[in-house]
């Protein structure tokens, strides 16, 4: 007969007493350290858990978090209503919660998906929401919000809905939210988008409670243009920046409510042409805010909509950044040169108000040829500058420094002026700058720094070359370099100047 030895006795086999009790006791607190989830559905202790199988419920609350310090971990399964979706039923709920955690998963089929309110330091991620009748994410009141790497799926148009007639990807009332890296896809199966009943609205943030939230580098889509949809919708009194999101087939790409206040830079909008024999939408919107508190847009690209964007009239003075994060990012500046192209810059026109923050993403940065960096611009600033908060993400800070007409970030350790990569500032990079840039800043920067190289091949700038320069080009001068690079050219070839192109944004640069 074969005898089983349980793993636990073969490993203790030997030990001393105190050994074997310190053996026993850590293995009691890794078997403490992930429970599953109680058969209750009731969490009412701190912790993390697990679920160990797809858990498919008729009860109207699939699984309760009542206590703070949770870790959820679906572990790779679903959380299912077994019935047709109704009202009344809901997913996960979490209410008057610290420090909540749902991770790793599906939820589907319940009126309410999750749903929590009143909670501080809330994460839902890598959560797939594959069967959405009314919300996927419902978040009230809370404040310290994360949703982020999820999928939102299978909007489901086909149940009617004689009380609020929507189907909600995500909504929420927070302040210091982030929504970030999250995939919506609406999928519409009628036969004519133009008379659909219910409405969708991928991102809705609500009045009063959403300040100072951010969403960012999203994917919202639908398979076809919408009548009645909105990406991101910004309730009354609401506070938002909304930066390099992609927003596809809504009728309303951010629409802003009146009094609410926001940011929208560098996101995608676009609206593509209906299936045929389906008529355009008559009027379809990039950016919809005639009634907004305050908007500022930058650096958006529109594509097929018949109105790009619909704006109030910019009030001449006064930007409040007190209730607004400004993320910027700093991406390869080795792929280009221009401002705000390699790195995000905004401008604002008229006074800029200190007291909110500014977050810079680094985590893409590559050391260019460009040492000074003009990443917030205005007129002039109202307030104490010490009261807008700097921080980086990603990688280093950089130094910076706040000035009469916006803020700059200084890149160390590089060659200004070698707009050709090689090592050098010579008329090779001015041969560069004429064909590429032309601007009057760069060349300065390259007349400035003429003579330089670099410690062998290092972006360090020479100590022995620091002090040369080139005098102001007369019109004789100008007829000199422009001989030097046709020289140049002749006995390098056309392809020596743009060795270091890349592409970058659809276009090819050097």
Known sequence: MRRTVFPSKVLTAGLSPMTFLLFHGLMATAAAAQSPVPLSGVIAQPGQYFLPHDLIVTRETGIRIDANNVTLDLAGHALRFADTPRVGTFGIVATGRTNVRITNGAIGAFWFNVHTSQNQGLQIDNVTFDDIPYIGVNAAASNDVTIRDNRFMNFRYDIPKAVDPYVIGINIGAEDAVITRNRFDAVYTGSDPHIMSVETV?????????????????????????????????????????????????????????????????????????????????????IYANAAEQVFETGNEFHGQTHPTFLPPIAAGDWDNVNIVLILEINDLATTLLPGLGYDQIDFPGAFTHGGSVVIDVSEFNAGPISELKLVGWTSQVGNPSSTAVSFVGGAAMPYE??????????????????????????????????AYGTQALYDAWRAHFGQSGDSGSNLRSTSSANATVPEPAVGVWMK???????FLGRHGSSRVCSNCHHHRDSLTC
């Open 202 to 286: 991928l991102v809705l943030f609500s009045a009063n409670v959403s300040q100072r939230s951010v969403v960012r580098h999203n994917e919202m889509s639908a398979n076809t243009p919408l009548n009645r949809s909105y990406g991101l919708w910004v309730a009354s009194n609401a506070h938002v920046t909304a930066m390099h999101n992609t927003i596809r087939n809504m009728r309303y790409g951010v629409t802003l409510a009146s009094n609410a206040t926001a940011l929208a830079g560098y996101n995608d909008f676009s609206v593509d042409a209906p299936p045929p024999g389906v008529p355009p939408l008559s009027s379809t919107f990039g």
């Open 402 to 435: 706040f000035r009469a007409d916006g803020l700059y970030a200084n890149v160390p350790g590089t060659l200004v002026g070698d707009y050709n990569g090689d090592g050098v500032v010579d008329a090779a990079d001015y041969v560069v700058w004429r064909q």
């Open 481 to 487: 370099l422009a001989a030097a690079a046709m020289l």
